[in-house]
């Protein structure tokens, strides 16, 4: 087992990559079809599916150009088996089980999360296990402490949005575009960071949990009560980003100081948050920790991150049989 | 010559080998599901042959219209074949198989084909044997439309054998009724049907590269 290719079709992104257990990643693609649903307002179910079908193949050949393999040259595949969108995850997985069935190939399905997970793997001074993981995505909030890869401890969760949804919805009041996390990243830079205080969710309460519908709701009653001009917004983008980045902040050094570890892994699409970064970077200098976090392009969704997490489960042996399936809804705390 | 084909179009799951002269298929009536069971009925027909999936020279394909989730399990399964093994691949319309499995069940030359769409329509074609090609070929291209939208024949001189779950509804039945002598509302397309036809078109010329498969599905409105 050398050569893992990766497929990623959970939602709006169609991902293709190369994994080498030697060189890294050879090549990924990723194709967004962010524009095709911009018009409907959010992601289409029927459309994602009829789109991935038809971009998988031209991606494919393309990745494996860039690679410079051929077909052969390919030892397993991996495909993203859940969560998302059930139809869209469906066309990557069949796919991938029947390129691999044809080929008799080991193939095996990967959880999206654990795949954003390991992302910083991918990094040329990847962290080792054990560490504490903060995942943080559109979907997901959760603090993880990753004894080893398979083995998986959650501390805590959101209660209610995901702090990347906290942004998307923050950013849908403040008339910004999807998705919300760099733009309100972009006009903070504006934002007086005095002006308003936003509360810091759940930081008095002991353990690991999150929650970010409150500070959403806090956003959103200040920017009512005001002109509601372009500075306003900036200065509503600071605060609330300051709020945010402080709490996560707050539940990693936390975390850190519980299980006595003293690497911190952030991942998933607001990890490429730079503020929140930078604040991880002081607080873990503080507690002579270190933070690790994915190149800006496997922070979101992508097939190098899938194909990475399939070689390290086909290497284990594990295989998925012809029946395949695919979840649409599966918790982390189900990864076995 | 090895062909094999496969259908998820409708409730019916199927797939077929053709290895020279012998046939084996695998046929399923299965409400959902169907991706979790045509990569087994694959293994399945190619080992009742003794066969590898190296050793397949093209695949058929069960293109549209249908179910949508269907159509897409087909298509990439067609697709992860076709790229794995270089192949060539025929796409034959759920309509023109479905009409195929009517003829070879009932004899009868002249089939109307109809597949239930949901929302009030239904997918819907005639076919004709074709004694050259030894096969159902399409009077009138497939189309989707209400049933009592359906185009009449020309003539109520012809009596059709009207096949698939279309014919379920009354209405459809009410406005063919001087032309149908015969329905059987519980024929599906099926991938045994598909050998023929595929036959015919691989000797046509009439495939596609990889990265020409696709759904037909007829209805591109899927947003309101
Ligand atoms: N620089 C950023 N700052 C904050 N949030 C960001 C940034 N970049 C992306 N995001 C957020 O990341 C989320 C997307 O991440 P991703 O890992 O693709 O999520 P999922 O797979 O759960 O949809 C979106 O909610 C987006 O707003």
Redesign the pocket.
């Given at each position: 087992m050398k050569r893992v290719l990766g497929i990623e079709t959970s939602?709006d992104e169609t991902a293709i990559a190369v994994y080498d257990a030697e060189q890294g990643v050879l090549a990924h693609n990723i194709y967004s079809q962010i524009e095709l649903h911009r018009q409907y307002g959010g992601v289409v179910p029927e459309l994602a599916s009829r789109d991935h079908q038809q971009k998988i193949v031209p991606l494919l050949l393309q990745t494996l150009v860039e690679a410079n393999i051929n077909i052969d040259d390919l030892d397993g595949v991996a495909y993203t088996a859940g969560p998302g969108l059930i139809g869209a995850l469906l066309v990557g997985a069949t796919f991938a089980r029947s390129f691999a069935f044809a080929r008799d190939l080991p193939c095996v399905g990967v959880h999206?999360m654990e795949g954003?997970l390991f992302a910083p793997m991918l990094e040329p001074q990847p962290p080792t296990t054990p560490f504490v993981a903060l995942l943080v995505?559109?979907?997901?909030t959760m603090l993880v402490k990753v004894l080893e890869f398979g083995n998986y401890e959650i501390l805590g969760e959101s209660l209610d949005d995901a702090a990347?949804?906290a942004?998307?919805k923050t950013a849908r009041l403040l008339g910004l575009n999807y998705?919300?996390?760099?733009e309100?990243?972009h006009l903070a830079e504006q934002g007086d960071a005095t002006r308003f205080e936003f509360p810091r969710p759940m930081i008095k309460r002991p353990g690991f949990d999150f929650s970010f519908s409150g500070l959403k709701t806090a956003a959103m009653q200040a920017f009512m009560a005001t002109e509601q001009d372009q500075q306003t917004k900036a200065d509503i983008a600071c605060a609330f980003q300051l709020a945010v980045v402080d709490t996560l902040s707050l539940k990693c050094q936390r975390a850190l100081k519980a299980t006595g570890l003293s690497q911190l892994v952030i991942a998933?699409?607001?990890s490429?948050?730079?503020l929140l970064r930078q604040e991880l970077h002081k607080m873990t200098k503080k507690l002579q920790a270190e933070v690790f976090y994915a190149k800006p392009e496997f922070?979101?969704?992508n097939a190098a991150m899938i194909a990475y997490v399939g070689y390290q489960r086909l290497v284990r042996g594990q295989r998925e049989p012809l029946n395949f399936n695919v979840t649409a809804r599966w918790p982390m705390s189900e990864l076995v | 010559m090895k062909i094999l084909a496969f259908d998820t179009a409708t409730e019916a799951c199927s797939v077929a080998l053709l290895n020279d002269d012998k046939i084996s298929e695998c046929y399923e009536e299965i409400p959902r599901g169907h991706a979790q069971h045509i990569l087994a009925m694959c293994q399945h027909v190619l080992d009742e042959q003794n066969c590898q999936a190296q050793d397949i020279d093209t695949i058929a394909y069960g293109a549209g219209p249908g179910s949508f989730t269907g159509l897409r399990i087909a298509s990439s399964v067609a697709q992860g074949f076709a790229v794995a093994l270089n192949l060539p691949v025929i796409a034959i319309s759920s309509l023109q198989a479905l009409a195929q499995a009517a003829y070879e069940q009932t004899q009868n030359a002249s089939v109307l084909a109809a597949i239930d769409a949901r929302m009030e329509e239904v997918y819907f074609s005639y076919y004709e044997f074709n004694t050259d090609k030894q096969c159902m070929q399409e009077v009138i291209v497939d189309q989707l439309c209400a049933p009592e939208l359906a185009p009449l024949p020309d003539s109520e001189a012809k009596q059709y054998c009207a096949a698939g779950s279309g014919w379920h509804i009354a209405t459809l039945q009410q406005r063919f009724r001087n032309c149908i002598s015969q329905t059987i509302p519980d024929c599906y397309p099926r991938a045994s049907s598909m050998l023929k036809i595929a036959e015919q078109k691989y000797t046509d010329g009439d495939y596609l590269t990889v990265d020409k498969i696709h759904s037909m599905y007829l209805r591109d409105k899927v947003t309101t």
């Open positions: 939602c999206h954003h995505s559109g979907g997901h990347g949804e942004f998307d998705p919300g996390g760099p309100i990243a998933g699409g607001v490429a948050n730079q922070c979101t969704d | -």
